[in-house]
């Protein structure tokens, strides 16, 4: 029976080292070693049953050194980190790492990002079996009546596509608030629409337990050892 070899940035996925992107920045920088040799090719193949593979001290560190942010993101401002196309997130922040988010808003929108060079807690943070409640403000064109706000709140069909039921609340003549466990692409510009109102603002105010407290459009702050551990719960 022949050898089974795997390429070395997925062998580190799964052993739990790294993500793949984070496996293939660790290779490349010169920080795994297969039996005790130094590999800078993620494409290199191993057998997870009979190689040692292991992070240099190097490499530990730059794991352990991971940026964990909450961000106010300003109406106007693309979801992209592109340094060559206006205001973006690639242009505005500060950080030399290649982050992702957990997930994004459109460039109408504004509100809270939660934003991370980690990528297995980007994807613990997304995982839809979680069901990670996010909570928007909506500002909207028309009258808010109970009977819009009762269609989203049952769940409704978009494109062939059944959504799970909200939670919605009235918090004025035209706005709303919104929860949702899911996120579908404008889902709430979307839903709004089918029951005939116009989105004039959506602001995004929570993610889990994170909120945009102390937080102006445009700023951001470090997530605390407890936020990051109540996100991926």
């Not at 509100?111 to 928007?136: N, Q, W």
Request: hydrophobic content about 35%.
């Amino acid at each position: 029976m022949g050898t089974s070899l795997v390429r070395l940035n997925k062998a580190l996925k799964e052993l739990g080292l790294a993500s793949r992107r984070e496996g293939d920045e660790l290779i490349q920088k010169g920080c795994v070693t297969v039996n005790g040799i130094e590999i800078t090719e993620p494409w290199y193949r191993v057998d997870l049953a009979r190689d040692s593979i292991s992070l240099t001290s190097r490499g530990e560190d730059i794991l352990h050194n991971k940026k964990y942010i909450a961000y106010y993101k300003p109406v106007g401002v693309t979801c992209t980190f592109s340094q060559e196309e206006g205001e973006s997130l690639g242009t505005i922040l500060p950080f030399s790492q290649a982050l992702s988010y957990a997930g994004r808003l459109d460039k109408e929108s504004e509100g809270l990002m939660i934003l991370s060079d980690d990528g297995r807690f980007i994807a613990g943070v997304t995982d839809p079996e979680r069901e990670k409640e996010k909570e928007y403000m909506v500002n909207v064109e028309e009258q808010v009546h109970e009977g819009a706000l009762r269609k989203m709140r049952r769940g409704m069909t978009l494109k062939g596509e059944r959504l799970k039921e909200t939670k919605v609340r009235k918090t004025g003549p035209h706005s709303f608030s919104i929860i949702l466990t899911e996120g579908k692409n404008r889902q709430i510009r979307r839903m709004a629409s089918k029951v005939g109102l116009t989105v004039t603002g959506l602001k995004r105010t929570r993610i889990g337990g994170v909120t945009l407290k102390g937080l102006l459009p445009g700023q951001w702050r470090e997530l605390t050892k407890k936020e990051i551990s109540v996100l991926l719960q």
